[in-house]
């Protein structure tokens, strides 16, 4: 399975990605529920930041293979500046898959800074490249 979500107008359009995925596998989208995320399908529903939601049963993290994350920057060694809830951060905390961010490629820095909560990421995609990081 593989979670993606939809984008922000600040973010890189993944819809295309989404629609693909949606043909060859199970495609999941996030919602926050209380101070977390969970990965669901179902209709599209506004969720509390205003941002469309699924509706349907929450799928078990373990059963997904590929988490798009949205971020602000990303560095070389995988660290992600994101917009500071930590949902993300939390869902990745247990997460055995392969966790992508996707960024434009002025927001891959040198360096972000980090702190020992914040969880990397092992892949960053752009709209023009994909880099795996070491």
């Known amino acids: 399975m593989i979670a993606s979500y939809e984008p922000m107008p600040s973010e890189?359009?993944?819809?295309?990605?989404?629609?693909?995925?949606a043909e060859r596998a199970r495609l999941l989208l996030p919602r926050i529920v209380g101070e977390q995320i969970e990965f669901?399908?179902?209709?599209?529903a506004k969720g509390p930041f205003g941002i469309m939601e699924p509706t349907g049963e929450a799928m078990p993290r373990a059963s997904i293979d590929l988490i798009l994350v949205p971020a602000l920057?990303?560095?070389?060694?995988?660290?992600?500046?994101?917009k500071g809830k930590g949902f993300?951060?939390?869902?990745?905390?247990?997460?055995?898959g392969t966790a992508a961010a996707v960024i434009f490629d002025e927001e891959l820095l040198e360096l972000v800074p980090s702190e020992p909560h914040d969880m990397r990421v092992s892949m960053v995609v752009t709209p023009v490249r994909t880099l795996v990081l070491g």
């Not at 890189?12 to 995925?21: K, T």
């Not at 669901?40 to 599209?44: D, V, W, Y």
């Not at 920057?73 to 994101?82: E, F, K, Q, V």
């Open 73 to 82: 920057a990303i560095d070389s060694t995988g660290n992600r500046l994101g």
């Open 12 to 21: 890189p359009d993944v819809s295309n990605f989404n629609s693909l995925a």
């Open 88 to 96: 993300y951060d939390r869902a990745l905390r247990d997460f055995a």
């Open 40 to 44: 669901a399908q179902g209709q599209l």
